[in-house]
């Protein structure tokens, strides 16, 4: 994130092909300019909400990544991208998380969505951080439109993770109540958190996309908050409605790493409006290619 906004990454808005009105695929080309974490890549990504009615437990969103020599621009390898974009969408996160909640005290926890991304950042902020909302006990609150899948993936969470205890939420509303820490992760098209719910200082990771990036979330949370974004470009072409509604972005997250933004203040409600970024899967396909050439090839 600090190489995007040192502009040591080069990631032009990604293209959006849709397949019908409710599945696209996204291509994302991006080159990082790093010795460690370099590459020059291209993620395929399609994202097809209807797979969950096939009942053939397809994933919504699958991904390969093509990883390319930068000098000769021979392709190197095609990488499977599901697991690398739950990983890294959920360490944008916690990254953003980070530094926009490093002045605040940290009690509770909400993750609206029990899919994938709500599985993964459940399982990458109860590594990271200590959410505890009584009597030391470590908690954290989910909650999706089916209750079904938010009870199996608490039970799954709570036999994995023992220092950890994972609790059902039946509504939104309740399970938000009191968030220090809110991650959004659906299709949801209309607004699943509203502003009265939340109280002061609230962070919010919006990492869901449905028809837009933004429908999450209420107009009005977007209008009383600091919004942090991941990078410029994307957000340019891809929150045109939240430019249209008078949002004024705070800057990316990437400078608040580097330190050229002052965060908010610790009564202010911030958003990350995560989007994904190529150079995510640039350095992570990087990493995988290089441990796959150490392990198997001795390279
Ligand atoms: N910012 C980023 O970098 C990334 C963003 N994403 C976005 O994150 C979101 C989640 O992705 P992922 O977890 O992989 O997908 P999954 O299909 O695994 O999970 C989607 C979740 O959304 C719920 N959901 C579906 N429709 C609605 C609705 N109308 N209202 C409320 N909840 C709904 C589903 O519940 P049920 O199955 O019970 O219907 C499920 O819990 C998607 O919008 C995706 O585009 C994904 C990757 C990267
Ligand atoms: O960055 C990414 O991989 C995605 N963003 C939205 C859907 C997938």
């Keep these: 994130m600090g190489s995007v906004s040192k502009r040591r990454a080069i990631q032009t808005a990604r293209a959006r092909t849709c397949s019908n009105s409710t599945s696209f695929l996204l ?3 991006g080159f990082l300019d790093d010795s460690n974490f370099g590459a020059l890549s291209c ?3 399609t994202v097809c909400p209807n797979n969950v009615h096939l009942g053939k437990s397809l994933p919504t969103i699958n991904a390969n990544i093509t990883l390319f020599d ?11 991208g599901n697991e690398i974009t739950k990983w890294r969408t959920a360490a944008a996160s916690v990254v953003a998380t980070k530094y926009l909640t490093a002045k605040k005290g940290l009690r509770v926890l909400a993750i609206l969505g029990a899919g994938a991304q709500g599985e993964i950042h459940a399982v990458a902020f109860q590594h990271f951080f200590n959410f505890e909302e009584a009597n030391s ?3 954290i609150r989910i909650w999706n439109h089916n209750t079904l899948k938010a009870e199996k993936l608490v039970s799954k969470l709570n036999q994995l993770y023992c220092g950890t205890v994972f609790k059902c939420f039946k509504s939104n509303e309740m399970c938000v109540k009191e968030a220090d820490v809110i991650i959004t992760a659906t299709f949801a098209s209309e607004p699943i958190v509203q502003l009265k719910w939340l109280k002061k200082g609230t962070h919010i990771n919006a990492v869901g996309a449905g028809l837009t990036h933004y429908s999450e979330l209420s107009e009005s949370i977007y209008l009383a908050s600091d919004v942090y974004i991941d990078y410029s470009e994307g957000a340019e072409a891809e929150l045109t409605g939240l430019k249209e ?16 933004v002052s965060p908010s203040s ?16 640039c350095a992570m396909a990087r990493m995988v290619y290089d441990l796959y050439k150490k392990q198997y090839r001795n390279v």
Excluded: Y
Aim: hydrophobic share 45%; no cysteine.
């Design 70 to 80: 930068e000098t000769t621009g021979i392709l190197k390898a095609i990488i499977s």
């Design 266 to 281: 610790v009564n202010q409600i911030t958003v990350f409006q995560s989007l994904g970024m190529a150079v995510e899967d």
């Design 245 to 260: 509604l008078g949002v004024e972005f705070k800057g990316e997250i990437g400078t608040l790493v580097s330190g050229g």
């Design 137 to 139: 006990k470590r908690l």
């Design 43 to 45: 993620k395929l990504i």
């Design 27 to 29: 291509t994302m080309p």
